[in-house]
């Protein structure tokens, strides 16, 4: 692995755990909202990853034909709805109640969310890290062709 697809699957992965983090984001901004354009409460939503070849230029994909286990890089295959039911609070008072009282909530969890939020945090630090591991690999590598 060279320097380059080290940086490649990193900041792949920088991307990827980013989209997560503005999902996140989005559900626990939108715990509360009974109402969206699609009608009904809001859904959830979760990013889906997937690995993926990095450096798809000609002479790494003839590269990656020769070598197994050539290295993979994430990203965001999809976003999906949680199809999981609204949560029923009973509140006769709110314009969106039914005609039982019963309001429906987003299926936001938001401790879910917040320990979600955690481990895409972690998961971005990480990555950080190796991009800085080589960054600092590279500039040695310098420093030892400079003498």
């Known amino acids: 692995m060279d320097f380059f697809s080290a940086m490649h699957i990193s900041s792949s992965a920088l991307s ?71 949560r029923l609070q009973y509140d006769p008072s709110n314009p969106d109640a039914n005609a039982q009282g019963y309001v429906a909530l987003p299926n936001v969890n938001v401790v879910e969310e917040m320990a979600d939020m955690i481990a895409a945090t972690r998961a971005y630090e990480a990555n950080v890290t190796a991009v800085q591991a080589a960054k600092s690999m590279a500039l040695k590598t310098l420093e030892i062709g400079s003498r």
Not at 22 to 35: D, F, P, V
Not at 59 to 77: A, C, Y
């Open 16 to 86: 990827a755990e980013r989209t997560r983090m503005n999902l996140i984001s989005s559900n626990l901004a939108n715990a509360n909202s009974t109402r969206t354009a699609a009608g009904g409460p809001y859904k959830r939503k979760d990013a889906v990853f997937a690995a993926t070849q990095v450096g798809e230029t000609f002479n790494s994909t003839f590269d990656r034909l020769r070598q197994e286990g050539s290295p993979m890089g994430v990203q965001v295959s999809q976003i999906i709805e949680d199809q999981n039911p609204p």
